[in-house]
């Protein structure tokens, strides 16, 4: 009675991986019928683009300094025009761009006045970030995510230079463009 109760049960098992296999064969090939082989998958990748466009007046919107005052974002451009960085605190291509414009303002390049951040992290987040990596520049809070929700900033870094007229003269997502002084220049007295 025992060897027959253990060989059902050893048939029971076999009968059982068996129809496993077989439905997992089954699913693996529905999956793989439904889903087009890697060669004529297209892979597609988008191009970062905001709605801050060449030639276009940059947004006058409401947003906080690192230190909570709330400003308007037409008062970041002087005179002289200004260059604004939108940036996600923990990208390390953004890293890279703040490291560039600090070397900018070493360089005489651009004053204080004339360097702007964005960031949409929450303002003690900013403070924290401004603090332990000595920022130099003015940074403001974006906690209405009015540039990400409104002008679509959502790829990170975005450069923009805007001209003394308020408008957008250049944009740029390459953290490591060198900088072209002469041509700066021109862009920010327009």
Not at 38 to 53: H, K, Q, Y
Not at 65 to 87: R, S
Not at 123 to 135: D, G, K, P
Not at 178 to 184: F, N, T, Y
Request: net charge negative; charged share 20%.
């Amino acid at each position: 009675m025992r060897k027959r109760s253990r060989a059902l049960r050893v048939i029971g098992y076999a009968v059982m991986l068996f129809a496993v296999g077989i439905a997992g064969v089954f699913v693996g090939h529905l999956l793989r019928g439904g889903l087009p082989a890697a060669r004529d998958r297209e892979v597609t990748m988008r191009v970062p683009t905001s709605l801050l466009n060449v030639g276009r007046a940059f947004p006058d919107v409401p947003v906080l300094t690192w230190n909570g005052t709330a400003i308007q974002t037409g008062e970041m451009i002087g005179a002289t025009g200004c260059v604004v960085l939108f940036l996600d605190l923990e990208c390390p291509p953004c890293e890279e761009m703040v490291a560039r414009w600090e070397r900018a303002l070493d360089d005489g390049i651009v004053s204080n006045g004339e360097l702007w951040g964005v960031a949409y992290q929450p303002r003690h987040v900013v403070e924290t970030y401004v603090a332990e990596h000595l920022i130099r520049f003015p940074m403001v809070v974006d906690s209405l995510q009015t540039f990400l929700r409104t002008y679509e900033v959502d790829r990170f870094p975005l450069e923009v230079v805007v001209g003394a007229s308020g408008a957008i003269r250049s944009t740029s997502y390459d953290s490591a463009r060198p900088i072209d002084v002469a041509e700066l220049r021109r862009l920010m007295a327009e």
